[in-house]
Every structure is written in C-alpha cells, then in structure tokens.
T-cell receptor, first 112, second 110 residues
Framework: KQEVTQIPAALSVPEGENLVLNCSFTDSAIYNLQWFRQDPGKGLTSLLLIQSSQREQTSGRLNASLDKSSGRSTLYIAASQPGDSATYLCAVPNTNAGKSTFGDGTTLTVKP | SQTIHQWPATLVQPVGSPLSLECTVEGTSNPNLYWYRQAAGRGLQLLFYSVGIGQISSEVPQNLSASRPQDRQFILSSKKLLLSDSGFYLC?????????FGSGTRLTVV
C-alpha cells in the first residue's frame, strides 16, 4: 500500500527566502506525481505534474523534482512571498483505477 | 477547457436530515470521479470513486453513498446525517494526467 509523507508539517520563513518542501513515497512504481496548493477553506489547485520519465518541472518560481529510485520529490519555491502562504500537498497515483494517495501537506507561512 | 463545478459552497444541516452534494465536469468524457472529505486540520480521505456510469467504489464504510447517473455527474448523498459527517467535501476528476479538484463544500451538521 502506497504511503506518502510530507515533512515538515508546518514551516515559517521570512519573505524572500528560498525554501524546499519534501514529499516521500514508499512505492516507487508511480507514473506521475502531482503537487497542489490549498488556501484555507478552498479546494486544491494543481501546481505541477511530473511524469515518471521526467526529473523535474518548472512553473515560474516553482520547481518540482522527482527521484523515483529514492521515493522522493521536492518542491522548491524561490524568493518566497506572503502570497505563497498556503498548504502544499503532494499526491501519487496508485495502480488501481487511478486513485491517488495524498500526503497530509506542509503548511507554509511566509512572513512579511 | 475542462471545468469542474461543485455546489453548494456551504451547507448547514441538522442531524438526521438528508444530504445531496452534486459535482459536474465539463469539457471531458469518461473521467474518473472522486469524492474526498477533509476534516479540519487533517488530510484528504477518499470516500468514493467511479470509473464509469453506475460504477461506484466505496473506500470507507459509513452512512454516505455516491451515485453517478451520468458520465460527468457525481452525487454524494446521505439519508440521515451524523455530527461526524461535518467536514469539507471535495470532488475531483482525472483521466490519468493528474487530478483537478472542485472548490469544495463546507458541511456543518448541527
């Protein structure tokens, strides 16, 4: 059974800092990994989707990497801003019917 | 482009009352559809998923049920709500290229 862990559960940084969020998974037989952002009381917004054949994906100040062999993905946020404050979740699909396993998320606070 | 609609956004219901939450997807066909619940400060819990019309798989035994009467419509129901049914309900769809979530329904059972 796939298990997804995100550490730390919460992170507080000053504005402008570069930061890395971590996502670990136990079963490396995945075909993609997806990072989401969730603002309080809102749905999940997809940030990046990395296919298993890719090592990384970039969107603006965000860069996600994937290392299947070690069961890890990282989300790098450059030059953090207060507007980046949110909960970030990663998800990996299970082999059964496309269901995904989600991490519990890292709640990021960027202080002005 | 594909869009997903989920309503209502908020709902306050008394214990023992029925529930019906609706989710519709536009711009795609034959999507996998999912209902998740997120308790306050907790992660996502998969409740139901569907790979086709009338095909529903339940992940967690409870007093909720789901139905898929049309290809792009997914409904979450309950005959009698419990206090423990309170939470944030999210609908999502995918076709193997990543999930797209609806905006969620905040359900408070009083």
């Amino acid at each position: 059974k796939q298990e997804v862990t995100q550490i730390p559960a919460a992170l507080s940084v000053p504005e402008g800092e570069n930061l890395v969020l971590n996502c670990s998974f136990t079963d490396s037989a995945i075909y993609n990994l997806q990072w989401f952002r969730q603002d309080p009381g809102k749905g999940l917004t997809s940030l990046l989707l990395i296919q298993s054949s890719q090592r990384e994906q970039t969107s603006g100040r965000l860069n996600a990497s994937l290392d299947k062999s070690s069961g890890r993905s990282t989300l790098y946020i450059a030059a953090s801003q207060p507007g980046d404050s949110a909960t970030y979740l990663c998800a990996v699909p299970n082999t059964n019917a496309g269901k995904s396993t989600f991490g519990d998320g890292t709640t990021l606070t960027v202080k002005p | 482009s594909q869009t997903i609609h989920q309503w209502p956004a908020t709902l306050v219901q008394p214990v023992g009352s029925p529930l019906s939450l609706e989710c519709t997807v536009e711009g795609t066909s034959n999507p996998n559809l999912y209902w998740y619940r997120q308790a306050a400060g907790r992660g996502l819990q998969l409740l139901f998923y569907s790979v086709g019309i009338g095909q529903i798989s339940s992940e967690v035994p409870q007093n909720l049920s789901a139905s898929r009467p049309q290809d792009r419509q997914f409904i979450l129901s309950s005959k009698k709500l419990l206090l423990s049914d309170s939470g944030f309900y999210l609908c999502a769809w995918d076709r193997g290229y990543g999930y797209t979530f609806g905006s969620g329904t905040r359900l408070t059972v009083v």
